[in-house]
């Protein structure tokens, strides 16, 4: 995943506030907090069976030319 720097929010109030009700409720939204994880009745942690593992995320910045 690639994300320019000016898109990155600080939290996710901020997401909320600048969407605003309006937009909040005419979009699909998809928080991802981390890799997937679950515990089976033996209580063992297990990553990634619902989704990856891992994320791997390239921030670009603006040059400045």
Known sequence: MIVQ?????PNLAAVLAE????????NRLTLI???SRTADIEKRIVL???GPKSLH???VWPRDD
């Open 19 to 26: 969407m605003g009700p309006g937009g909040v409720a005419a």
């Open 5 to 9: 720097i000016d898109h990155i929010m």
């Open 48 to 50: 990634g069976v619902h």
């Open 33 to 35: 907090t981390g890799p």
């Open 57 to 59: 995320v390239i921030v």
